[in-house]
């Protein structure tokens, strides 16, 4: 069975920490910029993709248009930018 000592301060817990405003309309902008991505902001300031997430929501000025973001890889649009030019 365990004793009390088994459960030592080694149990970490969750702080919640606040960002402003201004920090998560950057963090939209640089990934609206494609500067960095949601899973990159996710692991860099320990924070869920939800949260990310619920972040575009509320400060993207693109959602706000209603214009939808793409996103491709790299060498998929050079592939699909080299076959428009091999059909030309």
């Not at 405003?21 to 990159?40: G, P, Q, W």
């Not at 000025?61 to 214009?67: H, N, P, Q, Y």
């Amino acid at each position: 069975m365990a004793k009390p000592q088994d459960f030592s301060k080694e149990s970490s817990q969750r702080v919640n920490r606040y960002f402003s405003d201004s920090f998560k309309r950057k963090k939209v902008r640089e990934i609206e910029r494609n500067l960095t991505t949601v899973s990159e902001v996710s692991k860099e300031y320990e924070v869920s993709t939800t949260a990310v997430y619920k972040w575009l929501d509320k400060y993207s000025r693109d959602r706000k248009r209603g214009v939808k973001q793409v996103v491709e890889l790299m060498s998929d649009t050079r592939k699909i930018q080299d076959l428009k030019a091999k059909i030309r």
